[in-house]
């Protein structure tokens, strides 16, 4: 491998410098046959040889394919790096790959291409969209290809790639490693009369940036910081400006060493992370149309929010939910989509997700969490801990609601979207031909203030259902794994694409009456500080578990009102027709005591089944359904053996 040189390549040209006669001369038929057919042994995997129009080529299959036959066509120097693709035939994919050396990506070489790109899909059934791996000066080829035929291409690889060949071979002006003879071959292949002929071609990888990117191309290239040979400052790195500032999707990784050959070879550090990205952004097979037609609702809602986005000069985006939305993943590629989909607009990313919350947190804590400013665009989720908390059907719609119509009141020309995650109780509904009872209730509450939906928990259980992918792998648990989170993004971003190109509504939307007069709209919190009459309690201004122990999201280094031992209790005076207590839950947590309006006492133990072990933000609903206006809730705690404290964060009122 220590002779592994990169070519300089084409990516063939834009239409203006380049027209399509010019390839037309070039363009093999339709159809050709494969010479010399054998089959061999590659890694412990099948793999059929051929020659095709006098050039060795071969296609490796993996032992079960995945769905739709994805594939990985490999440019040059097959048996270096192939790490990737070893990772990806263990997830099922084809690897293809004919050799055309010293035809640097010519109109030529891809004549052979575009032949072969038709034989393999239509005798192999390969999928139509291909991965595109191209090392060093196989970039050039893979750039050429994609450059062509856009939608023949799922993703692209590239590993130290050379992406316009004045940096090699010419090297001009020390942009990289010059190499003669190859220089001479290419001029001659290209038919270039001169070396400023040459300089001014527009079809190499460098100047199909835009054009890639507007195709909605995601790439991931590996470079070696140190290249002297294809120095990424003079090939990956400019690219990725132009591609980036286009508005593409690219993921630019900078391996460590050792090195070797001028900082030109190393091992690959990232093979996993590498493969995870292909497989994550490779297409899955489309399924029934009116199937697909049930994964989104409203999505022309969402339109009117989309076009006054784009005259901002500044906008608020927030994500509302639980650990699905806390954790990195799709909310931080749907952050990356809308700052290239608006290049003007200085945007502001709240995470307002929190491991374990549902909708009834949500509604009275939102309005804290999503900070100073108006909102421009909600992202919210509840599906998954609505079925996992305790909270009564009743809670759970009145809360749901109470977001939604909460977030119209106070930003009445917000966008939102209401997405609805996956869990497997979810998918054994939909196995079972019914829609899960939590889904079902918060989509009747959107659609009734006609805002977009994406139903996530649908088209896994409908992709599932076809095989598409496997739980176990794919997603893990409820915590979607790279190839999950990806999935939830692209099915975010389908639904923007949807939205921007869908026509506009009419007559501008109005806020519908409440379904539920009692839905909690205006809730609040109101923070243990403002408690009176204190006895045996303490205002903490930064509490945090001592010992340390686990906890949730702001719901730590955060004031408290702490209440310790018998007959500890506060009083809150506040406006309102519905009041709870907001408990930080842990080990010590006590039965809690209340009494309204100097009624009667009552009590709930507020020790949750995660307080041993987690400080649990947790909401307790008192009293409903009280006439509006100014009312006294009294809270003590009773002790129940070593449990004889109480951590409030806040009263709920609304």
């Given at each position: 491998?220590n002779?592994?040189?990169?070519?300089?390549?084409?990516?063939?040209?834009?239409?203006?410098?380049?027209?399509l006669?010019?390839?037309?001369?070039?363009?093999?038929?339709?159809?050709?046959?494969?010479?010399?057919?054998?089959?061999?042994?590659?890694?412990?995997?099948?793999?059929?040889?051929?020659?095709?129009?006098?050039?060795?080529?071969?296609?490796?299959?993996?032992?079960?394919?995945?769905?739709?036959?994805?594939?990985?066509?490999?440019?040059?120097?097959p048996?270096?790096?192939?790490?990737?693709?070893?990772?990806?035939?263990?997830r099922?994919?084809?690897?293809?790959?004919?050799?055309?050396?010293?035809?640097?990506?010519?109109?030529?070489?891809?004549?052979?291409?575009?032949?072969?790109?038709?034989?393999?899909?239509?005798?192999?059934?390969?999928?139509?969209r291909?991965?595109?791996?191209?090392?060093?000066r196989?970039?050039?080829?893979?750039y050429?290809?994609?450059?062509?035929?856009?939608?023949?291409?799922?993703?692209?690889?590239?590993?130290?790639?050379?992406?316009?060949?004045?940096?090699?071979?010419?090297?001009?002006?020390?942009?990289?490693?010059?190499?003669?003879?190859?220089?001479?071959?290419?001029?001659?292949?290209?038919?270039?009369?001169s070396?400023?002929?040459?300089?001014?071609?527009?079809?190499?990888?460098?100047?199909?940036?835009?054009?890639?990117?507007?195709?909605?191309?995601?790439?991931?290239?590996?470079?070696?910081?140190?290249?002297?040979?294809?120095?990424?400052?003079?090939?990956?790195?400019?690219?990725?400006?132009?591609f980036?500032?286009?508005?593409?999707?690219?993921?630019?990784?900078?391996?460590?060493?050792?090195?070797?050959?001028?900082?030109?070879?190393?091992?690959?550090?990232?093979?996993?992370?590498?493969?995870?990205?292909?497989?994550?952004?490779?297409?899955?097979?489309?399924?029934?149309?009116?199937?697909?037609?049930?994964?989104?609702?409203?999505?022309?809602?969402?339109?009117?929010?989309?076009?006054?986005?784009?005259?901002?000069?500044?906008?608020?985006?927030?994500?509302?939910?639980?650990?699905?939305?806390?954790?990195?993943?799709?909310?931080?590629?749907?952050?990356?989509?809308?700052?290239?989909?608006?290049?003007?607009?200085?945007?502001?990313?709240?995470?307002?997700?929190?491991?374990?919350?549902?909708?009834?947190?949500?509604?009275?804590?939102?309005?804290?969490?999503?900070?100073?400013?108006?909102?421009?665009?909600?992202?919210?989720?509840?599906?998954?801990?609505?079925?996992?908390?305790?909270q009564?059907?009743?809670?759970?719609?009145?809360?749901?609601?109470?977001?939604?119509?909460?977030?119209?009141?106070?930003?009445?020309?917000?966008?939102?979207?209401?997405?609805?995650?996956?869990e497997?109780?979810?998918?054994?509904?939909?196995?079972?031909?019914?829609?899960?009872?939590?889904?079902?209730?918060?989509?009747?509450?959107?659609?009734?203030?006609?805002?977009?939906?994406v139903?996530?928990?649908?088209?896994?259980?409908?992709?599932?259902?076809?095989?598409?992918?496997?739980?176990?792998?794919?997603?893990?648990?409820?915590?979607?794994?790279?190839?999950?989170?990806?999935?939830?993004?692209?099915?975010?971003?389908r639904?923007?694409?949807?939205?921007?190109?869908?026509?506009?509504?009419?007559?501008?939307?109005?806020?519908?009456?409440?379904?539920?007069?009692?839905?909690?709209?205006?809730?609040?919190?109101?923070l243990?500080?403002?408690?009176?009459?204190?006895?045996?309690?303490?205002?903490?201004?930064?509490?945090?578990?001592?010992?340390?122990?686990?906890?949730?999201?702001?719901?730590?280094?955060?004031?408290?009102?702490?209440?310790?031992?018998?007959?500890?209790s506060?009083?809150?005076?506040?406006?309102?027709?519905?009041?709870?207590?907001?408990?930080?839950?842990?080990?010590?947590?006590?039965?809690?005591?209340?009494?309204?309006?100097?009624?009667?006492?009552?009590?709930?133990?507020?020790?949750?089944?995660?307080?041993g072990?987690?400080?649990?933000?947790?909401?307790?609903?008192?009293?409903?359904?009280?006439?509006?206006?100014?009312?006294?809730?009294r809270?003590?705690?009773?002790?129940?053996?070593?449990?004889?404290?109480?951590?409030?964060?806040?009263?709920?009122?609304?």
């Amino acid at each position: 491998m220590n002779r592994l040189l990169p070519f300089a390549g084409l990516a063939l040209v834009f239409l203006l410098s380049c027209p399509l006669s010019t390839f037309a001369a070039e363009t093999a038929p339709a159809a050709i046959a494969a010479d010399s057919v054998k089959e061999v042994r590659w890694q412990g995997y099948r793999r059929v040889t051929f020659t095709f129009m006098g050039h060795a080529a071969w296609v490796t299959f993996p032992k079960a394919a995945a769905p739709g036959n994805p594939w990985m066509w490999r440019a040059r120097f097959p048996g270096y790096h192939d790490e990737i693709d070893l990772g990806l035939l263990q997830r099922g994919y084809h690897t293809v790959h004919v050799n055309t050396a010293d035809m640097y990506g010519s109109p030529k070489a891809m004549a052979i291409w575009d032949a072969l790109y038709r034989h393999v899909t239509q005798t192999y059934g390969l999928n139509p969209r291909t991965v595109l791996y191209g090392c060093s000066r196989g970039g050039l080829f893979i750039y050429a290809f994609a450059n062509r035929w856009p939608e023949r291409v799922a993703v692209i690889y590239g590993d130290t790639p050379v992406m316009d060949f004045t940096t090699w071979p010419e090297g001009k002006d020390g942009r990289g490693t010059r190499s003669e003879n190859d220089w001479t071959r290419l001029k001659q292949i290209y038919g270039f009369a001169s070396d400023a002929e040459a300089e001014a071609w527009r079809g190499t990888g460098l100047y199909c940036a835009e054009r890639l990117a507007k195709a909605n191309l995601p790439i991931w290239h590996t470079i070696g910081p140190e290249d002297k040979i294809v120095p990424p400052k003079n090939n990956t790195e400019p690219f990725a400006e132009r591609f980036r500032a286009a508005g593409g999707e690219m993921v630019v990784h900078a391996n460590k060493g050792p090195y070797a050959l001028g900082g030109h070879h190393f091992p690959l550090d990232a093979v996993k992370p590498t493969v995870d990205f292909i497989e994550a952004n490779t297409p899955l097979p489309d399924l029934p149309v009116e199937t697909m037609a049930t994964w989104s609702r409203d999505v022309a809602a969402l339109r009117p929010a989309l076009d006054r986005l784009a005259t901002l000069k500044e906008a608020r985006v927030v994500y509302l939910g639980g650990s699905i939305t806390q954790n990195p993943g799709w909310q931080n590629l749907v952050s990356e989509s809308l700052r290239r989909r608006y290049p003007n607009v200085s945007f502001t990313f709240v995470n307002a997700g929190i491991a374990s919350l549902g909708s009834l947190s949500h509604a009275f804590r939102w309005r804290e969490h999503a900070g100073q400013g108006p909102i421009d665009l909600l992202f919210f989720e509840a599906a998954v801990n609505d079925l996992h908390n305790a909270q009564t059907a009743e809670e759970t719609e009145r809360a749901y609601e109470g977001v939604i119509r909460g977030v119209l009141q106070d930003n009445p020309k917000a966008g939102i979207v209401c997405l609805h995650f996956a869990e497997p109780r979810h998918t054994a509904d939909y196995k079972a031909g019914r829609e899960p009872a939590v889904v079902a209730r918060q989509a009747a509450i959107a659609a009734h203030y006609r805002v977009a939906q994406v139903n996530l928990a649908k088209e896994v259980a409908d992709r599932l259902a076809a095989g598409q992918f496997d739980w176990g792998r794919d997603f893990r648990d409820l915590h979607p794994a790279p190839f999950g989170q990806r999935l939830y993004y692209n099915a975010i971003r389908r639904l923007l694409d949807a939205a921007a190109d869908a026509l506009a509504p009419t007559v501008s939307p109005t806020l519908p009456a409440p379904l539920r007069a009692d839905c909690w709209d205006n809730a609040r919190f109101i923070l243990g500080a403002q408690a009176t009459d204190l006895h045996q309690a303490e205002a903490i201004a930064n509490w945090r578990p001592d010992p340390p122990k686990e906890t949730r999201l702001r719901f730590t280094d955060c004031p408290v009102l702490r209440l310790k031992g018998e007959g500890a209790s506060c009083t809150f005076t506040a406006r309102g027709s519905t009041f709870g207590a907001y408990l930080i839950c842990g080990p010590q947590t006590a039965i809690l005591e209340w009494s309204v309006d100097g009624g009667p006492w009552q009590s709930r133990d507020a020790f949750t089944p995660w307080s041993g072990h987690i400080y649990m933000p947790w909401p307790y609903i008192l009293a409903t359904g009280l006439p509006e206006g100014n009312h006294t809730i009294r809270l003590r705690l009773k002790p129940n053996g070593s449990r004889d404290a109480l951590l409030l964060y806040a009263l709920m009122a609304d």
